[in-house]
């Protein structure tokens, strides 16, 4: 067949024997790599017409590699028919090296291509945007950071490979790598903080410390994993901030994951009220509470007094949720309405803070206009008749579950 080839590239050849030899030679080349772009449109249209199970991943093949894969038959085309268009020597070496070039760069698109089509198949399958999303993430981070680190392998593979192809520079690679003294220690020296990151970005993805959409504290900041890279993560803040760590920060060092088993998560509302605070009352309350809103799972809700001190008792009330932002919603509610109720029905129950005026003490400590005009000291009050001064104050301080 390689036979027949050359045969049809020389007689094409002679039919131009009319013009200029480099322009001959020039034509019969274009030609032959316009001949190959029509073959290979053909060749993409019948893979999109391929029936079967697999139907959908041979589309979204044929379509992400038509590119590569028409460059592709064109570089082998023009190869296969340089020998018989009458090129000089000179010509033909350098369109040959140029062509194994521009096989090898291709080769290294198409397989690139190929990993991502594979895996953004491989990921549609998950919904990341559900309540119980954990498997999804999971899958989702692994795959996108090896993808990178795949695609970093096959860039330094194609490069090496394609210079590796020039005389100079094989020989200048085999001394530096007989050497491998000085030189090879200072070249790892310097990529010393990309290989870490390289490194620390595969431990991630086997080990798995963050996903994607992982609730994390890092830095003092809360927010979700937006995006892991080879080299960096990107954490989205509540506000919209976007804080960029080394991937490595995540082995090094530590920081709160609140999402790394389950999206569920326990939030906490503290009350500092007086000791006449209906405990039962309240308890009732938050149950009422939490019930009236879709943002409580069904699982926690507890009510709790967790301290007593010298002037108030510590309350603790617990309340589940799906996730992290719906936790923070439901502790807010709670919070509101709870205050609400104790100030509409209980205001005894707000912290107070009480004085007793001990006898000869205060403007009404001593008599005045007593019979027979003598002044004499007033009879105490009991202490339930005590003056007392109440003062409104904090009332809730929220922590973390």
Known sequence: ?????????????????????????????????????????VLVNLMLRIPGPRREFVRALAKGVRYPLRAMVVVIAVGSAAPAAGLSSSAFITIEQALLVAFILILGWTATVAVRISTNLYLNS?????????????????????????DIMVFVITI?????????????????????????LVVGLAARPLLTNLIAGVQIAMTQPIRIEDAVIV???????????????VVRIWDWRRMILPIAYFLEKPFQNWTHQSASLIGTVFFYLDYRAPVEAMREKLTEIVKDTPLWD??????????????????RMLMSARNAPQTWDLRCIVREQMLNYLRDTCPEALPQTRVLMPEGIGPFSRQTGA?????????AAPFDAAARQSTPQASAEESSG
Do not use: C
Not at 8 to 23: E, F, G, H, M, Y
Not at 160 to 184: K, N
Not at 298 to 315: F, P, R, W, Y
């Open 219 to 233: 830095e003092g900041e809360w927010g979700w994993v937006e995006e892991i890279t080879s080299t960096y993560v």
């Open 1 to 41: 067949m390689r036979k027949d080839f050359l045969t049809i590239i020389s007689q094409i050849r002679d039919w131009l024997n009319w013009a200029p030899a480099p322009l001959a030679s020039a034509l019969v080349l274009v030609l032959t790599a316009t001949i190959a772009v029509l073959a290979s449109r």
């Open 126 to 150: 998950f919904e990341t945007t559900g309540e119980d999303n954990l498997l999804a993430r999971k899958h989702v981070t692994q795959v996108r950071i090896l993808r990178r680190a795949s």
């Open 371 to 379: 019979p027979g005009g003598e002044t004499g000291p007033r009879p």
């Open 298 to 315: 069904g699982k926690v809700v507890n009510l709790q007094v967790s301290d007593v001190k010298a002037d108030t008792i510590e309350i």
């Open 160 to 184: 090496s490979a394609a210079l590796m192809t020039f005389d100079r520079v094989r020989q200048y690679g085999l001394s530096l790598f007989a050497s491998a003294g000085a030189a090879s």
